[in-house]
């Protein structure tokens, strides 16, 4: 029984019968993306289907690609208005050697480049996107003083704690000097402010990570990809959201990132749309556009490092490290009040 590299569906085919009601047996699997973050393939037994994730092939960033944090997350947000997957099985590593989570299939459209949006009318593209803010006010909506929410993580000192990792993230992955960087992250370090408020922080929160609704897609289905999920300061999920507009993004989505269509809803519309939809108002908004910028150059240079040694899969990598310098940049005037 031979599989898409990165799978061993003879030791799949075991674990699926062993932990999945109604499993039928004559497990088959395609890889869905391989390598911008964890590899995603589509299962099925031939009457139903599942969505199968586990980390990239090679090595591993610490903290990084965590199977289970994803599968907590999703689990912990069924029932809570907040779209997700369901959540069928996690895996430790002694089934594929690393481990892996496993969730329900959901038929749905993803809005990857921006060919994809060719034929929707700009009123229609615009509705997408705030009702993808209208989810993400959703999300920083659930009460992070409840279980199993409450257990997921450590609200306080979240903003310190992404300025220090992503910086050692830099340091494992770079693959050449950027003085840049360092400027950035010294502007990081002494203007890191306190929480602003302690919410579920989805940390990849943009168009391509959400499954909307062939027939209305306004209608969000699922938010997908939880590997960076926490609790945390909601206004960092936002801002991370507002930077996947800007095009120097494209290149870490091989140069046609819809979420950086000129189509889409500008920066201050979408924080508009979140504050009339969350109350919330941003703050430190300089520091919190700064640091969005630093955590996707660090993890489009992670992305260029495994292409280079070849622990990537599928196309489209090869132009991924050109977005890193320019991300910095563009990260150092948004944290001098440059930026938009």
């Known amino acids: 029984m031979s599989g898409p590299d990165g799978l061993d569906l003879v030791a799949l085919d075991r674990f699926l019968a062993g932990n999945v009601e109604g499993y039928r047996g004559g497990v088959t699997a395609e890889l869905v993306s391989g390598g911008r973050s964890n590899l995603t393939y589509r299962v099925t037994d031939g009457a139903a289907t599942w969505i199968l994730r586990r980390p990239p092939l090679g090595t591993l960033t610490p903290s990084a690609h965590d199977m289970a944090r994803e599968f907590r997350f999703v689990e912990a947000l069924a029932g809570s208005g907040v779209p997700v ?91 050449r000097e950027l003085p840049d960087v360092d400027a950035l992250h010294a502007l990081l370090d002494a203007g890191c402010p306190a929480e602003s408020d302690a919410a579920v922080v989805h940390g990849d929160f943009r168009i391509d990570n959400a499954i909307l609704d062939r027939a209305d897609p306004t209608r969000v289905l699922a938010v997908v990809d939880w590997e960076m999920a926490t609790l945390g300061d909601p206004l960092a999920d936002l801002a991370l959201h507002t930077v996947y507009r800007d095009e120097v993004f494209a290149p870490v989505l091989a140069g046609t990132a819809a979420s950086t269509s000129a189509r889409m809803p500008a920066p201050d519309e979408l924080v508009a749309r979140y504050t009339a939809a969350s109350g919330r108002e941003p703050r430190d908004w300089a520091f919190h556009r700064g640091l969005a910028y630093l955590k996707i150059a660090v993890i489009a240079e992670g992305i260029h490092e495994r292409h280079l040694r070849g622990d990537t899969r599928g196309e489209g990598f090869d132009g991924i490290g050109d977005a890193t310098a320019p991300l910095v940049a563009a990260g150092l005037s948004a944290a001098r009040g440059s930026g938009s």
């Open 85 to 175: 997957a369901p959540a069928v099985a996690l895996a430790d590593d002694s089934v594929l050697g690393v481990p892996f989570a496993l969730t329900g299939f959901v038929d749905g459209i993803v809005v990857r480049g921006g060919p994809d949006l060719a034929g929707w009318s700009d009123g229609l593209v615009r509705d997408c996107a705030f009702a993808l803010v209208d989810t993400l006010a959703a999300l920083h909506a659930v009460d992070v003083t409840a279980e199993p929410v409450a257990g997921l993580g450590r609200p306080a000192g979240y903003l310190r704690r992404q300025v220090d990792r992503w910086y050692s993230q830099w340091q494992r992955v770079r693959t």
